[in-house]
């Protein structure tokens, strides 16, 4: 398995990058941005995004986004092929990205937006701390990018203060504090679940 900075070589690989984050969004039901395959190219061409290949065979990905004048990095479109699940490739994906961010970005604050434990666990182990929306960037252009989210309804909602996401963000100006406890996977399930309840209930409503 080689997982690299995707490169123009890659762009051959933007049409099954789409194809699998919109499948794995319709099988678990939650809210992921859909992306096409044109936006994946300009990623790609300006060195912006981490591939995953397993010789010729597309196994993962996952793409760099520049907000607020470099001041905000965001990963985005995290996603592992079917074939190669389970294996913890997500995590080596996002540690590559997430080390080639610190690298290219150095200033920057490091965040994302997921309703995925699985990846609130990675950046968690990573360094990442869970924040409200109104500490991760203010820049419209990220905020944007939500509208293809089966959830918008629910960000505009609550004027952008909140979603079935959890914002976390890694501030490199900040010095690591030392974790003396564990990623809690019950707790954030919790969480998961008390939003759900609070925000589809409220939708049924109208």
């Known amino acids: 398995m080689e997982i690299v900075i995707a490169s123009k070589k890659h762009i051959k690989y933007a049409g099954i990058i789409c194809e699998t984050i919109s499948k794995s969004a319709e099988e678990r039901g939650t809210g992921i941005a859909k992306r096409t395959p044109e936006y994946i190219t300009t990623k790609i061409e300006n060195g912006n995004a981490v591939i995953a290949l397993d010789g010729e065979i597309f196994a993962g990905f996952c793409y760099i986004e520049i907000f607020s004048n470099k001041n905000y990095v965001a990963h985005s479109g995290l996603i592992v092929h079917p074939n190669y699940r389970k294996l913890g490739l997500a995590k080596k994906i996002k540690t590559k990205v997430f080390q080639y961010s610190k690298q290219k970005y150095p200033k920057a604050k490091i965040f994302g937006i997921t309703t995925g434990l ?89």
């Open 118 to 206: 699985a990846v609130m666990k990675i950046n968690y182990e990573l360094g990442y701390k869970p924040v409200t929306f109104s500490e991760l960037t203010d820049d419209p252009e990220f905020w944007k990018g939500c509208q293809t989210c089966k959830n918008y309804d629910v960000l505009q909602r609550t004027e952008q203060k909140m979603c079935l996401c959890t914002g976390m963000l890694h501030d490199p100006n900040k010095k690591e504090e030392v974790k003396n406890h564990n990623y809690d996977s019950k707790t954030w399930k919790r969480l998961k679940n008390i939003k759900q309840s609070l925000f589809l209930k409220n939708k049924s409503k109208k």
